[in-house]
C-alpha cells in the first residue's frame, strides 16, 4: 500500500533569501495602507456631493424649488425659469437657409433647439399641444435670431395633423430639411400593477406613433443630404422602474432610430437620436410630486440636473451636414456623467 509523502516547509537554498522578501514585502504593504488611511484622515471636507458646473455660465443646482405643474406644463411657470438662451454659443451658418420643423417646440429642448438653430441660419415650424404662451415665447426668441418661426398648435397621435403640419411647414417656408421629434409623454408609476391600459395607449401614442407619423408625413420632402434627429432619454438606455411605459418607448425610439438610419441610407437623409440625462423642463414637474421635483437630476454624476440650452448645441451637430454628415443610426447620450 501506498503511503503519502509529509509535505512540510519548502526548504532549499534560497528559503531564508525569498522568505525574508516575502517579509519585506508585506512592511511596504503596510506601510503603503498607513500612508493612505493616513491621507483619507487628513483629507479636508469632501466636496463630492456638490453640484459640477463646467459650462459658460453657473447653472441651477438639487436641491431645486418643490413645486408641481398642471399637464402638459408650462414653462412660464416653472421656477427657475429653464435656461434655453445659450448666450456664449455662437451661430456659424451650420444651418444657413434650411428650414427646420420641431415637435414639442415650445418649451424645453424643443425651445432651446429652435433657437439654436435659428442662431445657425434656419427657419423653424413649431409643433405643440396649446401651450400659447410658451410657444409665443419661443416664436419671439426664434425671430429675435432673425429667422421666421410658424407656430402649429395639434397633437401628433394623429396621423392627419402631423400630414397638415409637414404641409403648412413646406406652404410657408418652401421645403424642409430638418425634422426634430421630441414631444413626449411621461407619467411615473408605483407598480406594473398601477400601469392603466389608457397610459400605456398614450405613452405609445405620443412617444413613438407620433415619430412614425411625423417621419412618414415629412419624408416625401426631405432632400438628399437632409436629417432627422430623434430625442432619445437615458431610460431608454438604463430603464427606470417608476417609468415602465416610457422607457419602453424610448428604447423604441432608439431601435427606430437606428432601423430609420438603414432605411433611408440610400437617400441620403441621416437619422440620429439625442439620448438624454435629467433636462429641467415641464416634463417631470408636470409628472412626479413636488417632494421629488426637488431632487431631480442629483444622482447623475454632475447632481443636478441639465439646462436645455447644454442639450441643444447636441441636435445642432446631428443636423449640422457641416458637423455630421458621416454620421447616421447613432444614439448619442448627454447624461451628465456618471455616478461613482
Same mark, same amino acid.
Given at each position: 500500500?501506498?503511503?503519502?509523502?509529509?509535505?512540510?516547509?519548502?526548504?532549499?537554498?534560497?528559503?531564508?533569501?525569498?522568505?525574508?522578501?516575502?517579509?519585506?514585502?508585506?512592511?511596504?504593504?503596510?506601510?503603503?495602507?498607513?500612508?493612505?488611511?493616513?491621507?483619507?484622515?487628513?483629507?479636508?471636507?469632501?466636496?463630492?456631493?456638490?453640484?459640477?458646473?463646467?459650462?459658460?455660465?453657473?447653472?441651477?443646482?438639487?436641491?431645486?424649488?418643490?413645486?408641481?405643474?398642471?399637464?402638459?406644463?408650462?414653462?412660464?411657470?416653472?421656477?427657475?425659469?429653464?435656461?434655453?438662451?445659450?448666450?456664449?454659443?455662437?451661430?456659424?451658418?451650420?444651418?444657413?437657409?434650411?428650414?427646420?420643423?420641431?415637435?414639442?417646440?415650445?418649451?424645453?429642448?424643443?425651445?432651446?433647439?429652435?433657437?439654436?438653430?435659428?442662431?445657425?441660419?434656419?427657419?423653424?415650424?413649431?409643433?405643440?399641444?396649446?401651450? @400659447?404662451?410658451?410657444?409665443?415665447?419661443?416664436?419671439?426668441?426664434?425671430? !429675435?435670431?432673425?429667422?421666421?418661426?410658424?407656430?402649429?398648435?395639434?397633437?401628433?397621435?394623429?396621423?392627419?395633423?402631423?400630414?397638415? !403640419?409637414?404641409?403648412?411647414?413646406?406652404?410657408?417656408?418652401?421645403?424642409? %430639411?430638418?425634422?426634430?421629434?421630441?414631444?413626449?409623454?411621461?407619467?411615473?408609476?408605483?407598480?406594473?400593477? %398601477?400601469?392603466? @391600459?389608457? /397610459?400605456? %395607449?398614450?405613452?405609445?401614442?405620443?412617444?413613438?406613433?407620433?415619430?412614425?407619423?411625423?417621419?412618414?408625413?415629412?419624408?416625401?420632402?426631405?432632400?438628399?443630404?437632409?436629417?432627422?434627429?430623434?430625442?432619445?432619454?437615458?431610460?431608454?438606455?438604463?430603464?427606470?422602474?417608476?417609468?415602465?411605459?416610457?422607457?419602453?418607448?424610448?428604447?423604441?425610439?432608439?431601435?427606430?432610430?437606428?432601423?430609420?438610419?438603414?432605411?433611408?441610407?440610400?437617400?441620403?437623409?441621416?437619422?440620429?437620436?439625442?439620448?438624454?440625462?435629467?433636462?429641467?423642463?415641464?416634463?417631470?414637474?408636470?409628472?412626479?410630486?413636488?417632494?421629488?421635483?426637488?431632487?431631480?437630476?442629483? %444622482?447623475?454624476?454632475?447632481?443636478?440636473? !441639465?439646462?436645455?440650452? @447644454?442639450?441643444?448645441?447636441?441636435?445642432?451637430?446631428?443636423?449640422?451636414?457641416?458637423?455630421?454628415?458621416?454620421?447616421?443610426?447613432?444614439?448619442?447620450?448627454?447624461?451628465?456623467? /456618471?455616478?461613482?
Amino acid at each position: 500500500m501506498a503511503t503519502k509523502k509529509k509535505v512540510g516547509r519548502w526548504s532549499g537554498a534560497k528559503q531564508s533569501g525569498d522568505a525574508a522578501a516575502g517579509r519585506s514585502k508585506a512592511d511596504s504593504d503596510r506601510k503603503l495602507q498607513q500612508q493612505a488611511e493616513s491621507r483619507r484622515k487628513n483629507k479636508p471636507a469632501s466636496s463630492k456631493n456638490e453640484a459640477v458646473q463646467a459650462g459658460a455660465r453657473r447653472y441651477p443646482e438639487t436641491p431645486l424649488p418643490k413645486q408641481h405643474l398642471r399637464k402638459p406644463g408650462l414653462e412660464s411657470e416653472l421656477k427657475p425659469r429653464p435656461m434655453y438662451r445659450a448666450p456664449e454659443y455662437r451661430g456659424s451658418g451650420k444651418l444657413e437657409d434650411k428650414v427646420a420643423l420641431i415637435t414639442g417646440g415650445d418649451s424645453g429642448i424643443g425651445r432651446a433647439v429652435a433657437v439654436l438653430y435659428a442662431r445657425e441660419g434656419a427657419d423653424v415650424a413649431i409643433v405643440y399641444l396649446s401651450e @400659447e404662451e410658451d410657444a409665443e415665447e419661443t416664436r419671439k426668441a426664434v425671430e !429675435a435670431e432673425g429667422r421666421r418661426a410658424l407656430l402649429l398648435p395639434g397633437d401628433v397621435t394623429d396621423a392627419s395633423f402631423c400630414r397638415r !403640419a409637414v404641409d403648412a411647414t413646406v406652404r410657408e417656408f418652401g421645403q424642409l %430639411d430638418i425634422l426634430v421629434n421630441n414631444a413626449a409623454f411621461q407619467q411615473h408609476v408605483d407598480s406594473l400593477e %398601477d400601469l392603466s @391600459e389608457e /397610459q400605456l %395607449d398614450r405613452t405609445f401614442k405620443t412617444n413613438i406613433y407620433g415619430y412614425f407619423h411625423m417621419a412618414k408625413a415629412a419624408l416625401p420632402h426631405l432632400p438628399q443630404g437632409s436629417a432627422i434627429v430623434n430625442s432619445g432619454s437615458v431610460t431608454g438606455i438604463e430603464g427606470s422602474k417608476n417609468l415602465l411605459d416610457y422607457s419602453a418607448t424610448k428604447g423604441a425610439i432608439h431601435a427606430f432610430t437606428k432601423s430609420l438610419a438603414q432605411n433611408l441610407l440610400e437617400k441620403g437623409i441621416r437619422v440620429n437620436c439625442v439620448a438624454p440625462g435629467p433636462v429641467w423642463t415641464p416634463l417631470n414637474p408636470a409628472d412626479v410630486d413636488a417632494e421629488k421635483v426637488s431632487e431631480f437630476g442629483g %444622482d447623475v454624476g454632475m447632481k443636478r440636473p !441639465a439646462q436645455p440650452e @447644454e442639450v441643444a448645441p447636441a441636435y445642432v451637430f446631428l443636423a449640422a451636414p457641416s458637423c455630421s454628415s458621416y454620421i447616421t443610426g447613432e444614439v448619442l447620450p448627454v447624461l451628465g456623467g /456618471q455616478s461613482g
